[in-house]
């Protein structure tokens, strides 16, 4: 792709350009930000509407019933199922990313204990995991006795000993687009005793997953990025078949013992009895009208199952961040910028991280006004996610290009682009 007829014509070739349709996007914007909140399906606004004026609005309280409020979360994550390798009843969608890492690692860790060695009381991540999950994580530890190590990724291979509980990894990591090879790293926690807990947050709906095949042990994930659920949907959370047998034997819970984690909540028992398989982590009444947004999200993946699927998605997402390292690296030779992300396609996830020592956030914060959206993550980090629903080669030229010329005239040096905003 040298010229921007290239990228026009890589267009008109594209077997997957129909699936664009599906979103609301605006003219005047190249949006490279759908790893952080994915764009808004044209169905989600009417179908959200229905469930407000007719579902709730007409059907009131009947429409747990008439309306399948109640299954929501078990048929979301079935869909969801359908991205990452689960099979069928074994994904649920509920909560927040955070929320549902807390029960399955609080899980994981009452699973490590009833095994009844006692040398075993490491979690180990990475240093630059999410946030989020380090603090669960560290919350945790301190709470059951255990702790919380740290490393690099190369330093990954060394952890796998007696000691280690619980092996937490994001699958892809959203500060430098790598991605883990979840399969080896899955076989290698097993074969110390370890439990393997992945997060999908920057996968699902962006790479090819493949839960059962890796024989993971718990899984959670986001449902406003890739899935396009709309802002602060519901995650989700996976447990293998194995160990919620386990669960059930040895009489394990789940931390958060919501009444709709019941076997029978409507008997109103004043004393909790855990449901079978996934539905025992399911925690509180389910958020009706985001669980609805993320159907609506989800089904605009699923419409890619009759053009190839994940796999077809796969190779567009590996095309456009290709294309864009290259031309990054051509158009804006010169200006500090650094690739951190993997050039090798299997340790790739669907995003392209560069840094810079100086101005970064200014340098993203110009390309926004340029209606180029990408995002910041300190210190350094300009993020940019491709996501092969909607993005476009065109769009990858076209951003380059702003970015260069962002560059070359120092607009970025603007003093308007330097004030800091609460979110980056």
């Known amino acids: 792709m040298t010229t921007r007829q290239d990228a026009l014509a890589l267009d008109a070739r594209d077997p997957l350009a129909a699936l664009r349709a599906q979103f609301s996007l605006p ?3 190249i949006y490279l930000d759908g790893n952080s909140l994915g764009v808004l399906p044209t169905a989600t606004p009417a179908r959200v509407a229905a469930a407000v004026q007719d579902e709730w609005g007409s059907g009131l309280i009947r429409s747990w019933n008439s309306a399948g409020w109640v299954d929501l979360p078990q048929r ?16 649920l969608a509920a909560d927040s990313t955070s929320v549902n890492l807390f029960k399955v690692l609080s899980a994981a860790l009452a699973i490590v204990k009833a095994g009844g060695d006692t040398q075993r009381r490491v979690i180990v991540s990475e240093r630059s995991n999410f946030p989020t999950d380090l603090y669960i994580a560290e919350s945790l530890a301190r709470q059951h006795g255990f702790t919380l190590k740290l490393v690099e990724p190369d330093e990954i291979a060394a952890q796998f000993d007696g000691s280690l509980a619980v092996l937490m990894l994001t699958h892809v990591n959203y500060r430098t687009g790598r991605m883990h090879d979840m399969a080896a790293l899955t076989r290698a926690a097993h074969a110390c005793g370890a439990l393997a807990l992945w997060d999908l947050a920057h996968s699902a709906g962006a790479v090819p997953v493949d839960l059962l095949g890796a024989d993971a042990d718990f899984a959670v994930g986001c449902g406003y990025k890739y899935l396009n659920g709309g802002p602060g949907a519901p995650g989700f959370l996976w447990v293998n078949p194995r160990q919620l047998e386990r669960m059930e034997r040895d009489g394990l819970w789940q931390p958060l013992a919501g009444w709709f984690g019941h076997a029978a909540p409507f008997e109103f028992s ?19 009208l985001g669980l609805t947004a993320l159907e609506v999200g989800v089904d605009t993946l699923l419409a890619a199952e009759s053009l190839g699927g994940m ?8 095309a456009l961040t290709c294309h864009f390292i290259t031309l990054v690296e051509k158009h804006c030779a010169g200006h500090g910028l650094s690739v951190i992300t993997p050039r090798t396609e299997g340790e790739r996830g669907s995003q392209v991280n560069l840094a810079r020592a100086d101005g970064a956030y200014a340098i993203v914060q110009a390309l926004i006004a340029r209606g180029v959206i990408g995002d ?3 210190p350094d980090n300009l993020r940019f996610g491709f996501t092969p629903l909607y993005t476009r080669f065109v769009d990858v030229w076209d951003a380059v290009e702003h970015l260069r010329q962002v560059l070359d005239t120092g607009e970025w040096k603007e003093a308007r ?3 800091k905003a609460a979110v980056t």
């Open 27 to 29: 003219e005047d914007v």
């Open 76 to 91: 979301v994550g079935d869909k969801i199922g359908r991205l990452i390798g689960a099979g069928p009843g074994q994904t």
């Open 270 to 288: 004043p004393h909790y009895r855990p449901a079978a398989g996934i539905v025992r982590f399911s925690c509180g009444t389910p958020p009706v």
């Open 311 to 318: 796999a077809a998605l796969r190779r567009k997402s590996l």
């Open 376 to 378: 910041f993550r300190a």
């Open 417 to 419: 682009f330097h004030q």
